[in-house]
């Protein structure tokens, strides 16, 4: 298996020397490349080809929302990660909403950090526990009954899926409330998501939610 390409962008440079340091000695990684701001890093995606792109929140010239959201349109094919000091609503549900994979605290572990770019690389979403609780929290105040884009793309029974997923319930509890099986509620969860040009769950329930 080859390792993990990740691109480091901060506009600190202690914090992108520190973190280099800490991932070249894991071999299933490899820093391909720093950038100090968002401009630089879109710059630098050409030239370097990285799996996983490693994000500060906060920057000049271009933040880390602004650049998530130009990676997920012009480079798909990168998972963002966002890794701040700043846990504001603001910087969660707009880099979220903008097709990260990740939001982590800079106070999290290393081996929190290797685990959670190895997950983004597989197309998993990563937060930590503070983010997950406040994503939680966030989603479980939201009303889910209004209307939202695309939701004339949806069957009734996808609709149904849809609101129970963005109201925070696992396959499980949509199954048994609906008297289907689990497989017939994933199926239904790929075919929502598919239509809403959606990643995951977690972007379904801040598109259903308005966050």
């Given at each position: 298996m080859s390792a993990v390409r990740v691109l480091l962008v901060d506009d600190q440079e202690l914090m992108r020397q520190g973190l280099r340091k800490l991932l070249e000695i894991e071999e299933c990684i490899e820093v391909v490349g720093e950038a100090a701001d968002g401009v630089a890093a879109l710059a630098a995606v050409d030239e370097t080809r990285p799996d996983v792109a490693l994000v500060d929140a906060r920057m000049p010239r271009m933040d880390g929302v602004e650049l998530i959201t130009r990676l997920t349109v012009e480079h798909p094919s990168v998972a963002a990660i966002v890794l701040s000091t700043f846990d504001e609503d603001d910087y969660i549900f707009g880099a979220l909403r903008g097709g990260a994979v990740g939001?982590?605290?800079?106070?999290?572990?290393?081996?929190?950090?290797?685990?959670?770019?190895?997950?983004?690389?597989?197309?998993?979403?990563?937060?930590s526990s503070p983010v997950a609780a406040r994503l939680v929290a966030n989603l479980r105040r939201a009303p889910v009954h209004g209307a939202f884009p695309g939701q004339e793309l949806l069957s009734a029974r996808e609709l149904e899926v849809a609101r129970m997923v963005a109201a925070g319930a696992a396959n499980r509890e949509i199954a048994a409330r609906l008297f289907i099986t689990e497989g017939t509620v994933k199926n239904h969860v790929s075919s929502v998501l598919r239509k809403l040009g959606l990643r995951d769950r977690t972007q379904l329930a801040l598109h259903l939610t308005g966050r």
């Open positions: 939001y982590l605290l800079k106070d999290c572990s290393p081996d929190e950090l290797v685990a959670a770019i190895l997950q983004a690389s597989r197309g998993e979403t990563v937060l």
